[in-house]
């Protein structure tokens, strides 16, 4: 199977492209920089010789993380399907981040840290080992004391978010890559659709108040 993925939501966005489980390109460039996201996609696919129309699936990175560079990976795939019917997978950034740091011999009980701005992080708990990795501790919003308390019992941090206050923190960010890894392995395909951000806040609206009126002069 010939897959593109896509991972957006961290500041450091990749593309890559893989053919029966290899990763023949990949395009990476740090920064929000809305007008680049094709030019990545069209690099890894030169790299890897191939064109738009031979692609059968795409994989997107549902974050948790920067809400606007996941909205813009699943808009893309979103018109990918309906232009092409390509299939599609959602696969979750930190299942990506805990591949990866099996992947980096990064072992035993470790904890995800992803930005959640508002003083806040997005936390998940995994038990790594060289054969497997489990979540330990579900993906919650944790005050950044939260994290502090499980670096000074001695488990390791990692992630996006390891940089933000933890000194013995490893940074660690997902990458398409290994996206193209895990999709290669599942067939929980989905309509584009119903591709939606993990984002663990309830989202609210204040409503605008009505037009104010005018008395005529």
């Not at 890897?48 to 795939?77: F, K, M």
Request: hydrophobic share 45%; proline share 4%.
């Amino acid at each position: 199977m010939k897959i593109l993925a896509l991972e957006f939501s961290s500041e450091r966005r990749s593309v890559a492209v893989s053919e029966d489980g290899q990763v023949r390109g990949r395009a990476q460039e740090t920064g929000a920089r809305e007008g680049r996201v094709l030019a990545l996609v069209e690099a890894a696919l030169r790299e890897a010789r191939l064109e738009r129309e031979q692609l059968d699936c795409l994989a997107v990175g549902l974050g948790p993380g920067s809400y606007t560079g996941i909205r813009s990976a699943i808009a893309l795939a979103q018109g990918w399907q309906l232009a092409r019917g390509t299939k599609i997978l959602g696969i979750s950034s930190v299942e990506c981040l805990a591949a990866q740091a099996q992947c980096e011999r990064i072992l035993g009980r470790a904890n995800i840290v992803i930005d959640a701005q508002r003083d806040e992080l997005y936390l998940a708990g995994y038990e790594i080992g060289a054969t497997d990795c489990r979540e330990a501790e579900p993906l919650h919003l944790a005050r950044i004391e939260e994290a502090r308390a499980c670096a000074e019992a001695g488990e390791l941090i990692i992630g996006p978010g390891a940089a933000k206050g933890f000194s013995a923190g490893r940074l660690l960010f997902p990458e398409a890559a290994m996206l193209c890894r895990l999709a290669a392995r599942r067939n929980d395909f989905v309509r584009a659709e119903e591709l939606e951000p993990i984002y663990l806040r309830q989202t609210s609206f204040v409503k605008a108040p009505p037009a104010r009126i005018l008395p005529a002069v």
